[in-house]
């Protein structure tokens, strides 16, 4: 295998994680004052798939390209979309190791999802205190927003191990998991 051809299947898999990202992120719903889906998970996904470079560019992209369609808040908050999606998914695939058959084991992936989700809800918290701090009320944003982003790590802490576990054998069987490990080498 050439690794020309492994570094092009690493960018083209890490553009369509950004897209799954960007697509999850799309089906939301309303609780506790703010809004309850799935991307989350898929973040932490592209850490576990993709390691923590490649794998945080795809989590931040795919979240700040949905901050961008569907909100434009503006570049700061694009930004701090970035970083705090790239750092979840950036701790949890340097946790979670290299993709062997012991990173597979979900002893090794619930605490690096663990973290990995946690991570982002403390950015999260810190940039709603922040904007809080600016309005005149740090401590209303973030009792707002903290049970809903508790409930999304949560749901993220176990649903991206699932996934994981269940899209590893396809990956495998295509080959597609080793030319991503060959072009991270």
Same mark, same amino acid.
């Given at each position: 295998?050439?690794? #020309? /051809? ?13 897209? *799954?990202? =960007?697509? $999850? &992120?799309?089906?939301? =719903?309303? @609780? !506790?004052?703010?809004?309850?889906? =799935?991307?989350?998970? $898929? +973040? @932490?996904? +592209?850490? *576990? @798939?993709?390691?923590? /470079? ?14 961008? &369609? ?7 908050? !694009? !930004? ?11 701790? +949890?695939?340097? *946790?979670?190791?290299?993709? &062997? #058959? #012991? ?5 090794? @992936?619930?605490?690096? +999802? ?11 918290? *810190?940039? &709603? ?51 991503? #490990? %060959? %072009?991270?080498?």
């Amino acid at each position: 295998m050439k690794k #020309e /051809n492994a570094a092009l299947t690493r960018i083209v898999f890490g553009a369509v994680m950004a897209a *799954l990202v =960007f697509v $999850v &992120t799309l089906f939301r =719903f309303p @609780l !506790l004052g703010s809004k309850v889906h =799935f991307a989350n998970a $898929v +973040c @932490l996904l +592209c850490g *576990l @798939l993709l390691g923590p /470079n490649v794998g945080g560019m795809a989590a931040g992209l795919g979240s700040a390209l949905y901050d961008l &369609t569907m909100y434009n808040e503006g570049f700061v908050n !694009l !930004l701090i979309t970035f970083i705090s999606k790239f750092a979840m998914a950036w701790v +949890c695939a340097k *946790l979670a190791g290299k993709t &062997t #058959e #012991e990173k597979q084991r979900l002893p090794r @992936l619930l605490p690096a +999802c663990a973290a990995g989700a946690l991570t982002y809800v403390a950015l999260y918290m *810190l940039k &709603t205190g922040i904007y809080g701090a600016i309005a005149g009320n740090i401590w209303g944003p973030i009792a707002s927003k903290f049970p809903a982003s508790i409930i999304n790590a949560g749901a993220a802490m176990v649903a991206a191990p699932l996934f994981y576990r269940a899209v590893l054998p396809a990956l495998k069987a295509g080959g597609i998991l080793k030319q991503v #490990e %060959a %072009a991270a080498k």
